[in-house]
């Protein structure tokens, strides 16, 4: 167990639908990291936020956003999906900037 | 840009035996960051071992070790004496140092399966 926790594990919906992944880092750790998993694109960052502030952006689409609250929790939003947006998505989080990175299990999105 | 090979999509051994999983990276920085995660079939991502690039010292956990070359840009993965529960896939993965963000780049992954 990381100590990194992510909800829900599951989620199936259909397209044009908006969903929103909740991610609660480790104990201590102020920077959350989000990365999506596919089958075609393998892992890919997303973003980064430390203590609240976004740090680092990667390959997110305009349809994504995220944001990290002050209790440090993280939430990443998808909108209008597309069949294309099926992956397993992944938070990690480090106590630091930068540093090792811990995974949650993951939220598997379906979109039918 | 920043790069990371597995040129190993799948491996397969039986058990005991030993297994080296490559690893081949490109970047242009001089201070990186190298790292080792596991992920066996239930999904999740397992951190193995994070190495920054002025340690050149291989190291050794237990079954696993990882030797580290920078004339070959290499940061290959050794399991000694496989078990069946070191069936996962694993991800080589590179991050440049920038002190104020960290990303990832993975490599596409090495299948093993350990075969009793």
């Known amino acids: 167990d990381s100590g990194v926790t992510q909800t829900p594990k599951h989620l199936i919906t259909a397209t044009g639908q908006r969903v929103t992944l909740r991610c609660s880092p480790r104990?201590?750790?102020?920077?959350v990291y989000w990365y999506q998993q596919s089958l075609d694109q393998g892992l890919q960052f997303l973003i980064q936020?430390?203590?609240?502030?976004?740090?680092a952006k990667g390959n997110i689409l305009e349809r994504f956003s995220a944001q990290q609250f002050p209790d440090l929790h993280s939430e990443l939003n998808l909108s209008s999906l597309e069949l294309g947006d099926s992956a397993l998505y992944f938070c990690a989080s480090s106590v630091a900037v930068t540093g090792e990175l811990f995974f949650g299990e993951g939220s598997r999105l379906t979109v039918l | 840009a920043q790069k990371v090979t597995q040129a190993q999509t799948e491996i397969s051994v039986v058990e005991k035996e030993d297994v080296t999983l490559d690893c081949v990276y490109e970047t242009r920085d001089t201070t990186y960051y190298l790292f080792w995660y596991k992920q066996p079939p239930s999904g999740e991502l397992v951190f193995l071992i994070r190495r920054n690039s002025f340690d050149e010292q291989n190291e050794i956990s237990g079954r696993y070790s990882w030797n580290f070359q920078k004339s070959t840009s290499s940061f290959n993965f050794t399991i000694t004496a496989s078990q069946v529960v070191d069936s996962a896939v694993y991800f080589c993965?590179?991050?440049?140092?920038?002190?104020?963000?960290?990303?990832?780049?993975f490599g596409q992954g090495t299948r093993l399966t350990i075969n009793p």
């Open positions: 993965a590179l991050s440049e140092a920038d002190q104020g963000a960290q990303k990832l780049v």
């Open positions: 936020y430390y203590n609240g502030e976004e740090r």
């Open positions: 104990s201590g750790d102020l920077s």
